[in-house]
C-alpha cells in the first residue's frame, strides 16, 4: 500500500504536520471523530459546508460531533453560538500546541502571543520602543517584565490587563502555566497562534500559524489584495455606530507619513485617532487625528478638553451631529458644560456608560429572536460604492471634499452581508461579559435595567410572519459564515422594504433609549 501523501499545488505539508495530524488522530480526545482515517490509512482531515464539494462527506457528522464536545465540556451557548467550537478546540487539544503545515513549527493554539495593542502598551510601560514586539509569546515579555520591574509590580500590571483570567492566576501565579491554561479565553491583547476552524479541520484550527507570518503569507484568503478589500474597522460593527462607515475606512487606509499630534514623532504612516471614541458612542466617520501606536494606543477612548472642542467646531462645519443617536442627547446638553480634561473624561465616562446599556438593549433583542428589526440599526448598503477623496493630505488626513460612485460586485455583496453577520456575532461577543466586568459607569445601566424588559414586551407585540423567521435562521449558530452571508444576501434583496413593518416600534425604541441618556452629568 502506498504511503499517503498529504498536500497540494506547491504548498507540501511538513513532515512535522504529518506527525501531528498522525498524533491527533490516535489520541483519545478525537478517537469518535467521525470519518478520520481512510481504509488506505489517510487521514481525512478536512472537511466543507458546501454541499457541492468533495469535502462535504463528514461535513454534518463532525459539525453534531464539536456541539458535543462542547455539550460535554459545559460551553456556554446552544449549538456553534458565542465561539462554542473554538473555546471546544483549545480546551480538548492534548498539547496546547501544534505544528504549521507549511513552516512545521510548533505555535500555540490560542491567545498566546502580544498584540499591537499590549505590545504598545509594555513598550510605553519601560519607555521603549522595542523591549517587546508583536506576535512575541506573552511567556517571554513576563520574563522581560519580572527582571525589568520586578515580579510584584509585573503580576499588579498583568491582573489589571487579563481580570477574565484571575481565578486561573489565583490557581498559577503568573506564569507559564496560567496563560497555557487559559489560552481559551479570548482576549483584546493577545493573538493566537492559530485562528480556530471546526468542523472544517479535525483538530479545530486552521493549517497556517500566525506568528511567522504563513498564514498571512500563503493562504490564498489572506492575500493582501483581499484583505484590503475588507479593511473595515471592526469596532464600528462591535458598538453598532452610526455614520458612514465606507467613507471613514476609505480615509483611514489613506494614512501615510506624518508626525504624532501628541508626541510630535515624525512616522512612515500614521495611526489615524477617533477624535470622538466609538466605545462613547460618536460616529465613525472621515474625522481623524494623525497619532503614533503608542500615543494613540495609551489615549484608548479617553476625552480631552481639546477633543471636546475639536467635535464641537466639527459639528458646525459640518452641520451634522458627531454622536450617535442614543448618546446625542447626553452629548447636547453637556458638552458647552465641559471647562477642563477632568470634565471631558465625566462626559466620556457617562457617556461610555449609555454605549454600554444600548449595546445590551440590542442584546436583548436579538436573544429574543429580533433580529429582523435589529437589522434596521445597520446599513449594509454603504458597501455598494466606491469613494475618491479630492485634495487629501495623507499625513493627517485632511481632505477638501469626497464624491461616491456606486459599483456592484460580489465582493461588495458579500461585504454589505458580512457588515451584518459580524454586528451580530460583536453583540454575543459583547454581551459575555457582564456589567461588573466593564469599566463603565454601572449606575446608569442598573437604574434603567427595567426599561429593556419593557422594550421587549412591546416587542413581543409585533408580527411573526416567515420573513422574521427566515432572518432568525440566516444568525443560526449551527451555521458557518459562508452559510450565514448568502443567507443575509439573499434576504437583503428579498426584504429590502422591512422598515414599513416597524415604524412605530423604531420610534418608541429610540425615544426610550434616548431618554436614559437625557441628563445632565457635567457639574457645572
Not at 499545488?9 to 489520541?27: D, E, L, Q, R, T
Not at 458612514?244 to 483611514?252: F, Q, S
Not at 487625528?289 to 464641537?312: H, M, Q
Request: one cysteine or more; hydrophobic letters at 35%; a positive charge.
Amino acid at each position: 500500500m502506498k504511503k499517503p501523501k498529504y498536500g497540494r499545488g506547491k504548498f507540501k505539508a511538513h513532515s512535522n504536520y504529518i506527525k501531528y495530524m498522525k498524533m491527533i488522530v490516535n489520541h483519545l480526545n478525537y478517537s469518535d471523530i467521525p470519518g478520520a482515517v481512510q481504509d488506505n490509512g489517510k487521514i481525512i482531515w478536512q472537511v466543507s459546508s458546501g454541499r457541492s464539494t468533495s469535502f462535504y462527506k463528514f461535513y454534518k457528522d463532525r459539525f453534531d460531533w464539536w456541539v458535543k464536545k462542547a455539550d460535554a465540556n459545559k460551553i456556554r451557548g446552544k449549538g456553534n453560538s458565542d465561539d462554542r467550537f473554538s473555546i471546544t478546540a483549545r480546551m480538548i487539544h492534548p498539547t496546547g500546541y501544534r505544528a504549521c503545515r507549511l513552516c512545521g513549527k510548533d505555535y500555540n493554539v490560542g491567545y498566546f502571543y502580544l498584540n499591537h495593542v499590549l505590545t504598545n502598551r509594555l513598550n510605553a510601560l519601560l519607555n521603549s520602543s522595542i523591549a517587546f514586539k508583536k506576535k512575541q509569546p506573552i511567556t517571554e515579555a513576563l520574563n522581560t517584565l519580572k527582571v525589568t520591574i520586578g515580579e510584584e509590580e509585573t503580576e499588579k500590571v498583568i491582573r489589571e490587563m487579563f481580570p477574565e483570567r484571575t481565578e486561573i492566576f489565583d490557581k498559577h501565579g503568573i506564569s507559564k502555566d496560567a496563560f497555557e491554561q487559559s489560552n481559551h479565553i479570548r482576549s483584546n491583547y493577545l493573538s493566537p497562534g492559530f485562528m480556530c476552524n471546526p468542523p472544517d479541520r479535525l483538530d479545530g484550527f486552521h493549517d497556517y500559524c500566525n506568528p511567522l507570518g504563513c498564514r498571512e503569507n500563503h493562504d490564498p484568503g489572506r492575500s493582501k489584495e483581499n484583505l484590503n478589500s475588507y479593511q473595515h474597522d471592526r469596532r464600528v460593527f462591535e458598538y453598532w455606530s452610526e455614520g458612514d462607515w465606507l467613507v471613514a475606512d476609505a480615509l483611514y487606509r489613506k494614512a501615510g507619513t506624518g508626525s504624532c499630534y501628541i508626541c510630535g514623532k515624525k512616522l512612515k504612516k500614521i495611526s489615524p485617532d477617533h477624535v470622538g471614541p466609538l466605545a462613547c458612542g460618536f460616529k465613525h466617520f472621515p474625522f481623524f487625528l494623525p497619532t503614533c501606536r503608542p500615543c494613540n494606543a495609551s489615549k484608548n477612548r479617553r476625552l480631552f478638553k481639546t477633543d471636546v472642542d475639536r467635535l464641537i467646531h466639527c459639528e458646525k462645519k459640518t452641520g451634522e451631529s458627531v454622536s450617535s443617536w442614543q448618546v446625542q442627547s447626553m452629548w447636547d446638553r453637556n458638552k458647552l458644560l465641559v471647562r477642563n480634561d477632568a470634565d471631558a473624561k465625566e462626559l466620556s465616562d457617562w457617556m461610555r456608560a449609555m454605549q454600554d446599556y444600548y449595546i445590551r438593549a440590542l442584546y436583548a433583542m436579538y436573544a429574543a429572536g429580533n433580529v429582523r428589526f435589529l437589522t434596521l440599526f445597520l446599513h449594509p448598503e454603504l458597501a455598494g460604492f466606491n469613494v475618491v477623496f479630492t485634495g487629501l493630505d495623507r499625513s493627517d488626513l485632511t481632505f477638501k471634499r469626497y464624491k461616491k460612485t456606486p459599483v456592484e460586485s460580489k465582493l461588495r455583496n458579500s461585504l454589505a452581508s458580512r457588515s451584518i453577520r459580524i454586528s451580530f456575532e460583536e453583540l454575543e461577543v459583547y454581551a459575555k461579559k457582564g456589567i461588573d466586568d466593564r469599566k463603565v459607569r454601572k449606575k446608569l445601566v442598573k437604574e434603567n435595567k427595567d426599561l429593556i424588559e419593557e422594550l421587549l414586551k412591546e416587542a413581543s407585540k409585533m408580527k411573526k410572519n416567515e420573513i422574521y423567521e427566515k432572518w432568525n435562521a440566516a444568525l443560526d449558530g449551527k451555521l458557518s459564515a459562508k452559510e450565514k452571508q448568502k443567507l443575509i444576501q439573499d434576504l437583503l434583496i428579498e426584504d429590502a422594504n422591512r422598515l414599513n413593518d416597524y415604524k412605530d416600534y423604531m420610534k418608541l425604541f429610540r425615544s426610550k433609549l434616548a431618554s436614559v441618556g437625557d441628563i445632565v452629568v457635567i457639574d457645572g
